[in-house]
């Protein structure tokens, strides 16, 4: 027996008890809304949906990707839907703002840019796909405080979803994802057939006000999530998983950005979890726009070859008051890395890191002072890093091959390391000096095993010696509202027309 138009069961989002679980976490609801029921023949009804979802602004107007010529079934391009849809969208920049809704399906798609007072959603089962076709990939110029492309000198392809010179730009959904479909750009970057620089996934450049929040990115060709040159940047519950053998498949990278806040992301990479960057040797200290007030808490890693947090390489812009807690990491190579050599300049100063636990990992704690890797060979020899402030609490890591390996540069030590309340239980092969310290100077108090001799221990009595920060930064208090999506649904057209016939 058909449904009656009034009594339409909401079963139709939520098909799997975990999918039911999420749906009310996030309390996306579907609002069935009968808007005729005595209409002339009775039976025909129109059916709206809707979904309420949380987000630093909302919306006055909304669109489809399907009114715009978009087609989710994964062969056919949509590069030329999305940009109309922001196109279009990009009208009511000043006028309440608009969104733009990614329903189910598999939406193949090459570059596309945002605009501002502007929301991408993505539903739980949209999949945005990568092209493959390098055409869909414009060329723009490489970063000003990078000098060159990573992978190439020269340009670099522009991200999968581009934006710059933006303000209030949110991009999210129930946990919906965006597939970079990797693997030519990694086999290309193996073989040294690249002429320029992979694209990331999501790039947003000179922009404030920026949510990235609730989805899964997957196989990136490069860096995932790469904001830079911006303020204002939370990006919260992201799923990052790319093979750990990808090169460069960082999880997030805070670059030349003020005041972001990274939390609830789960990350599995070939590269850093994080990655906190600030541009590259000479271009970076001519540049110089730092990376501060970065806060990082709730991450859980997956890392084997690369740190679960990296400060630097490319650091010229300097790196400040960056606040890390709760970061759970398993089978990664490092648990905070600094990176750094002669010729970056900039600083690295005022760390605060506390709450970590560590399981399998190679160094606890790594510092590198000759990390190398120059954008040209026009550094300046004499452009020292400045490295100072560095507290790491609260930490327990087993399995570990060595405590840590701190290695500082000949006559410009690092300064100020503080390592207190951390208990580092090394793994059966582990080598017979569980720490190496050169060029160092700080403390230590109830560190087991005990530290080198120039991180000298203070005494059980100055376990809590190491700071963090007990003010908040204006990031902290960024709230989310809760906004909601209204509109006629795709999926609910084959059931209206039931519900004609009926
Ligand atoms: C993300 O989803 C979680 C539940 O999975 C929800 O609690 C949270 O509010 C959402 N946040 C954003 C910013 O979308
Ligand atoms: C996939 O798209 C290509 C190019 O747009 C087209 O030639 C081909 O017929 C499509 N294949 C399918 C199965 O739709
Ligand atoms: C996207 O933005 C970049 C950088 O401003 C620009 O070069 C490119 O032409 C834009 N793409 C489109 C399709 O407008
Ligand atoms: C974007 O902002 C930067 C920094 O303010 C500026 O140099 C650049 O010209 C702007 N680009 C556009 C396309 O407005
Ligand atoms: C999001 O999807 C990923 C990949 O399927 C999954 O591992 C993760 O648990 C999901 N997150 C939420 C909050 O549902
Ligand atoms: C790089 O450029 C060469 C010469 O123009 C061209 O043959 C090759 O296909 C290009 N490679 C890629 C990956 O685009
Ligand atoms: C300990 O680490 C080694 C690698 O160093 C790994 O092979 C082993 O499985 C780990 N053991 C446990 C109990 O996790
Ligand atoms: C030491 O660190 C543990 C977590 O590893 C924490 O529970 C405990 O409160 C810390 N002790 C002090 C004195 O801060």
Same mark, same amino acid.
């Given at each position: 027996?058909?449904?009656?138009?009034?009594?339409?069961?909401?079963?139709?989002?939520?098909?799997?008890?975990?999918?039911? @679980?999420?749906?009310?976490?996030?309390? +996306?609801?579907?609002?069935?809304?009968?808007?005729?029921?005595?209409?002339?023949? $009775?039976?025909?009804?129109?059916?709206?949906?809707?979904?309420?979802?949380?987000?630093?602004?909302?919306?006055?107007?909304?669109?489809?990707?399907?009114?715009? $010529?978009?087609?989710?079934?994964?062969?056919?391009?949509?590069?030329?839907?999305?940009?109309?849809?922001?196109?279009?969208?990009? @009208?009511?920049?000043?006028?309440?703002?608009?969104?733009?809704? +990614?329903?189910?399906?598999?939406?193949?798609? $090459?570059?596309?840019?945002?605009?501002?007072?502007?929301?991408?959603?993505?539903?739980?089962?949209?999949?945005?796909?990568?092209?493959?076709?390098?055409?869909?990939?414009?060329?723009?110029?490489?970063?000003?405080?990078?000098?060159?492309?990573?992978?190439?000198?020269?340009?670099?392809?522009?991200?999968?979803?581009?934006?710059?010179?933006?303000?209030?730009?949110?991009?999210?959904?129930?946990?919906?994802?965006?597939?970079? @479909?990797?693997?030519?750009?990694?086999?290309?970057f193996h073989k040294g057939e690249l002429n320029y620089t992979r694209p990331y996934l999501i790039e947003i450049m000179y922009s404030d006000n920026i949510e990235i929040s609730n989805l899964t990115l997957v196989n990136s060709p490069s860096w995932n999530v790469h904001p830079v040159y911006s303020s204002n940047v939370i990006v919260q519950g992201i799923t990052i998983i790319a093979p750990v053998t990808s090169p460069n498949t960082d999880g997030i990278n805070p670059d030349s950005c003020t005041n972001t806040r990274i939390e609830d992301c789960y990350i599995v990479s070939g590269d850093d979890c994080v990655a906190v960057k600030s541009g590259w040797d000479e271009y970076g200290i001519a540049f110089g726009?730092?990376?501060?007030?970065?806060?990082?808490?709730?991450?859980?890693?997956?890392?084997?070859?690369?740190?679960?947090?990296?400060?630097?390489?490319?650091?010229?812009?300097?790196? @400040?008051?960056?606040?890390?807690?709760?970061?759970?990491?398993?089978?990664?190579?490092?648990? +905070?890395?600094?990176?750094?050599?002669?010729?970056?300049?900039?600083? +690295?100063?005022?760390?605060?890191?506390?709450?970590?636990?560590?399981?399998?990992?190679?160094?606890?704690?790594?510092?590198?002072?000759?990390?190398g890797s120059h954008a040209d060979n026009n550094y300046d020899p004499n452009a020292l890093p400045s490295i100072q402030n560095i507290n790491y609490r609260d930490i327990v890591a087993d399995n570990v091959t060595m405590a840590a390996r701190l290695e500082g540069i000949s006559g410009d030590p690092f300064t100020g390391i503080c390592i207190s309340n951390v208990t580092i239980n090394l793994a059966t092969n582990s080598k017979k000096v569980p720490w190496t310290c050169t060029d160092v100077a700080g403390i230590s108090s109830g560190v087991v095993p005990p530290p080198c001799n120039l991180l000298p221990d203070q005494g059980s009595e100055n376990i809590a010696a190491c700071n963090f920060p007990t003010d908040s930064l204006p990031i902290d208090n960024v709230k989310f509202q809760m906004c909601s999506y209204r509109s006629r649904m795709p999926q609910f057209e084959s059931r209206d027309q039931d519900l004609e016939q009926a």
């Open positions: 027996m058909k449904p009656k138009p009034n009594c339409i069961p909401t079963m139709e989002l939520s098909t799997s008890p975990r999918r039911t @679980q999420a749906l009310e976490i996030i309390s +996306v609801f579907v609002v069935l809304v009968l808007l005729s029921t005595s209409n002339v023949d $009775g039976r025909k009804a129109r059916i709206l949906d809707g979904f309420d979802y949380p987000a630093i602004s909302c919306r006055a107007h909304s669109a489809l990707l399907t009114d715009f $010529g978009g087609v989710g079934d994964g062969n056919t391009s949509n590069t030329e839907a999305f940009r109309a849809a922001i196109n279009y969208l990009s @009208q009511f920049e000043s006028d309440g703002g608009s969104q733009l809704f +990614v329903p189910p399906g598999r939406w193949l798609t $090459g570059s596309f840019n945002l605009t501002s007072h502007f929301t991408l959603y993505l539903h739980k089962d949209a999949v945005l796909l990568a092209s493959q076709d390098v055409n869909e990939w414009p060329v723009i110029e490489p970063l000003p405080s990078y000098g060159r492309g990573r992978d190439a000198a020269g340009g670099r392809y522009i991200s999968l979803i581009f934006g710059t010179n933006l303000t209030d730009v949110v991009i999210t959904g129930e946990n919906g994802t965006i597939d970079g @479909q990797g693997a030519p750009w990694w086999e290309k726009m730092p990376t501060k007030q970065l806060v990082i808490r709730r991450l859980t890693c997956i890392s084997p070859f690369s740190a679960v947090i990296a400060l630097g390489s490319e650091m010229s812009g300097g790196i @400040q008051d960056v606040r890390a807690e709760d970061i759970v990491a398993i089978n990664s190579e490092s648990g +905070v890395r600094i990176k750094t050599a002669v010729g970056r300049g900039g600083y +690295v100063k005022d760390i605060y890191v506390r709450g970590m636990t560590m399981e399998t990992m190679k160094w606890a704690f790594w510092m590198t002072g000759n990390y």
